[in-house]
């Protein structure tokens, strides 16, 4: 019953990539940002971004990443995620006007399947939502005003209507597709590897990922235009203080040999006159 319900919860606050970039849009003149998220078996790597517009006139927002948090999780136990964890998402979410979340969706590179970590991150995502419809339900039941209860709803949620989340795979692997039948290639493709690790490629494919590589490859479908103009800024930024820093090393290097090969011009009076007293 409760697995049911949170599917139901799930599919309420699940969206398109593409509506969370145009929420973004809608939001950035005021300070809107997109969490991203990549859940592990221990940690949930989390990245405040905002817009990748460096056009945005604003101080606060004029960066696209903010800041990158690691918060802990349970290993055992029915319960992975602490209700300190579970606050600090709520703060983070509420202090930087997150409006979306990208969530890492790790498939398999090889199969390009859901294996364990897409289940263990479904997982993560269901208990919150678990959490949150619990709360609403110990909140109707017990007679409260319902002014009281949006405040609290809104205040405690992590994920909701306004701020609903994208499940996005940052690999992009190219696999081939079953038939009619369900027959596909994948299952009889043979691999030249000499050693197969499945307790890292298949059973945690997530820990390879970072969320603010997540991000650059967000912003990177949704923004290309954006994207590129920023790769070149940053690369000619780059090569600028390159080449000025080569220059600059340069001419200390032709001051430091003129300095010690250049003989000053009392030593050249001085040096006839040596070859005269020698003659003599």
């Not at 319960?79 to 969530?103: A, T, W, Y």
């Not at 603010?212 to 949704?222: A, L, R, S, Y």
């Amino acid at each position: 019953m409760a697995s049911a319900t949170c599917s139901k919860e799930l599919m309420k606050v699940l969206t398109t990539p593409s509506k969370i970039a145009s929420a973004l849009d809608w939001k950035k003149q005021i300070g809107g940002s997109i969490a991203t998220i990549d859940f592990h078996a221990t940690r949930i790597g989390l990245t405040i971004s905002h817009h990748p517009d460096n056009s945005i006139t604003n101080d606060e927002v004029s960066s696209s990443s903010s800041g990158y948090y690691s918060i802990p999780m349970f290993t055992k136990g029915k319960q992975k995620i602490p209700d300190s964890s579970r606050q600090q998402l709520s703060e983070l979410v509420q202090d930087n006007k997150v409006c979306g979340f990208v969530i890492s969706w790790p498939l398999q590179k090889d199969t390009g399947l859901m294996g364990a970590s897409c289940g263990r991150t479904l997982f993560a995502i269901e208990e919150l939502l678990q959490h949150q419809s619990s709360q609403s339900q110990v909140q109707s039941q017990s007679h409260q005003s319902e002014e009281k209860q949006n405040s609290t709803n809104s205040n405690s949620s992590v994920f909701t209507v306004n701020r609903p989340i994208c499940l996005w795979d940052s690999i992009h692997e190219e696999q081939p597709k079953a038939d009619i039948f369900g027959r596909s290639s994948v299952y009889s493709r043979t691999s030249t590897k000499k050693e197969h690790c499945a307790s890292k490629e298949q059973y945690h494919q997530d820990e390879s990922i970072v969320a603010t590589k997540v991000w650059e490859d967000f912003v990177k479908t949704n923004w290309p235009d954006i994207y590129a103009t920023n790769e070149y800024q940053q690369q000619h930024s780059m090569a600028t203080k390159s080449s000025s820093s080569s220059s600059s090393l340069f001419n200390n290097n032709i001051e430091s040999s003129s300095s010690t090969s250049t003989p000053s011009q009392e030593e050249e009076e001085q040096q006839p006159r040596k070859t005269l007293a020698m003659v003599a």
